[in-house]
């Protein structure tokens, strides 16, 4: 951004990294205050392409260690591509699809993992995506798996994921933060 401040005073932050950890990170203050910290007269964006389809898949995976090696591996094989790794315990796998309007598509297992792929091109990355799995698969990472064949599955997997507020109301009196 760059900034005009009430006594002119120009304070310029143009720099294109993406993370700068050299002093404070005025940025948000002005974003979020509306024009009464100093006016805002240039800004740089940084403008990904709308993703066609992701690529999505929920995985059984065999604990916790194979749920990192899993994020490490696809970090290798789809370089810049994970557009979202969460991981979810058996506990709450089972209440999600218990309590939630959920189905459950896949067994029992040690600990769950939610991967998407983001991707422009989706007849091309989703070959990469599948192969990733497969290689999972063969390292004894991920035990089953479901990939996303529409955009409903996808839909399915990320319902099962923010399923909490089904469950927290079936665990009254419980309160969380």
Same mark, same amino acid.
């Given at each position: 951004?760059?900034?005009?401040?009430?006594?002119?005073?120009?304070?310029?932050?143009?720099?294109?990294?993406?993370?700068?950890? #050299?002093?404070?990170?005025?940025?948000?203050?002005f974003i979020g205050s509306e024009g009464t910290l100093g006016i805002i007269t240039r800004a740089v964006l940084r403008l990904q392409p709308e993703s066609a389809a992701p690529c999505t898949a929920l995985c059984a995976v065999s604990g916790f260690d194979a749920a990192v090696k899993l994020l490490? $591996? =696809?970090?290798?094989?789809?370089?810049?591509?994970?557009?979202?790794?969460?991981?979810?315990?058996?506990?709450?796998?089972?209440?999600?699809? #218990?309590?939630?309007?959920?189905?459950?598509?896949?067994?029992?297992?040690?600990?769950?993992?939610?991967?998407?792929?983001?991707?422009?091109?989706?007849?091309?990355?989703?070959?990469?995506?599948?192969?990733?799995?497969?290689?999972?698969?063969?390292?004894? $990472?991920?035990?089953?798996?479901?990939?996303?064949? #529409?955009? =409903?599955?996808?839909?399915?997997?990320?319902?099962?994921?923010?399923?909490?507020?089904?469950?927290? #109301?079936?665990?009254?009196?419980? $309160?969380?933060?």
């Open positions: 951004l760059e900034v005009v401040l009430a006594d002119g005073t120009v304070l310029s932050m143009l720099n294109k990294m993406q993370k700068n950890n #050299s002093g404070y990170d005025l940025k948000h203050l490490r $591996l =696809a970090q290798r094989r789809l370089v810049g591509a994970v557009g979202a790794y969460e991981a979810m315990w058996p506990d709450y796998y089972r209440a999600a699809t #218990s309590y939630g309007k959920v189905r459950a598509p896949l067994g029992e297992a040690p600990f769950y993992v939610l991967t998407d792929m983001v991707t422009a091109d989706p007849v091309h990355d989703s070959a990469r995506f599948q192969a990733m799995l497969e290689e999972a698969m063969e390292l004894g $990472l991920v035990t089953d798996a479901a990939i996303s064949q #529409s955009e =409903a599955d996808t839909a399915s997997f990320w319902a099962l994921r923010d399923a909490t507020p089904e469950i927290m #109301s079936h665990l009254a009196p419980m $309160l969380a933060f």
